[in-house]
Nanobody, 120 residues
Framework: QVQLVESGGGLVQAGGSLRLSCAAS????????MGWYRQAPGKQRELVAV???????NYVGSVKGRFTISRDNATNTAYLQMNSLKPEDTGVHYC??????????????WGQGTLVTVSS
């Protein structure tokens, strides 16, 4: 069994910073891409940032220059550093990963989500 566990969400004032973490654990052979999605109240889930195993990154336009995604392949952990937060960044943030387990199955796994609330 494989799971993603997120941490680091919370309440912050506009202009503040938060750092989210996502740790993959279980019977993992290799973790490929890792990404962060968010879902604001009443809206669809959207991709925020993604990072490949080699460290290639991509961001949604609204967070470019403010958010940084990174990862540690040794611990199968991804991070999302969020700076200059805005009220519109509020929402449940989900970690997502494409990985191969020890039976060599390719899986897409989601975390349980962590709430980020930015007050104005």
């Amino acid at each position: 069994q494989v799971q993603l566990v997120e941490s680091g969400g919370g309440l912050v004032q506009a202009g503040g910073s938060l750092r989210l973490s996502c740790a993959a654990s279980g019977r993992i052979f290799i973790v490929n891409a890792m990404g962060w999605y968010r879902q604001a109240p009443g809206k669809q889930r959207e991709l925020v940032a993604v990072i490949t195993r080699r460290g290639i990154t991509n961001y949604v336009g609204s967070v470019k220059g403010r958010f940084t995604i990174s990862r540690d392949n040794a611990t199968n952990t991804a991070y999302l550093q969020m700076n200059s937060l805005k009220p519109e960044d509020t929402g449940v943030h989900y970690c997502n990963s494409n990985l191969i387990d020890r039976t060599l199955r390719t899986l897409e796994v989601w975390g349980q989500g962590t709430l980020v609330t930015v007050s104005s």
